[in-house]
């Protein structure tokens, strides 16, 4: 039997663990999030907030995935992205890749604008999917930035609710197909929804 210590030497950083390979997964369904690295402003203005919809536009395009919900705050961003093949990490290192390159370039800054690689959870559950829905367009409530979902332009939030133009790379009647075949019925059956999640997150 060979013996663990009769493995070759090998230098101190070798030995450091490797970052867990990614699931993906082909037609998969990811809640995905990136964060500035040190709690920085990953957008600065509203200006940063267009351009990086704009970059996830052609990623949405160039992948054929389909983006079912999004919210930009200041130090990071949530997406609900579906994906027909495996095609997750090399859409999304693109996506930020890009999006920083362009941050140093606008602001005159260098160095890392993300503190890591972004962070995803595949959804296998329609629960799972419905609470990550709400969870996404919630985020500005829950931090304290305005009282409401509706208030907060930087989410897929007034598209779903037809007071906002759908931006193109937006899957809409998909996430509304879930709360009924009515547009308007399962747009209020959708703001009731939302609106519980943060009646529930305070009581």
């Known amino acids: 039997m060979r013996r ?30 990136a964060h500035a690295i040190a709690n920085a402003a990953l957008f600065r203005d509203d200006d940063d907030r267009r351009r990086f919809l704009a970059l996830l536009e052609r990623a949405v395009s160039a992948h054929e995935w389909a983006c079912h919900a999004y919210c930009l705050m200041t130090t990071h961003y949530h997406l609900l992205i579906h994906t027909p093949d495996a095609s997750l990490a090399d859409g999304m290192k693109w996506l930020n890749g890009a999006y920083a390159q362009g941050l140093n370039r606008r602001h005159g800054t260098r160095g890392h604008v993300f503190e890591s690689r972004y962070y995803s959870t595949l ?4 629960a799972h999917l419905l609470e990550s829905l709400r969870y996404v367009v919630n985020n500005p409530v829950l931090a304290g930035v305005c009282a409401d979902a509706a208030a907060w332009p930087w989410s897929s939030y007034g598209a779903w609710m ?39 997150a305070v009581a």
């Open 4 to 33: 663990d210590d009769a493995a070759p030497e090998r230098p101190w950083h070798a030995w450091r663990v490797a970052r867990p390979l990614r699931i993906q997964v082909d037609g998969g369904t990811y809640h995905v999030n």
């Open 123 to 126: 959804i296998e559950q329609e």
């Open 162 to 200: 037809g007071t906002v133009q759908r931006p193109p790379f937006l899957a809409v009647a998909w996430v509304l197909s879930h709360f009924g075949m009515d547009v308007e019925r399962a747009r209020e059956r959708l703001r009731e929804f939302i609106s519980n999640g943060i009646r529930r």
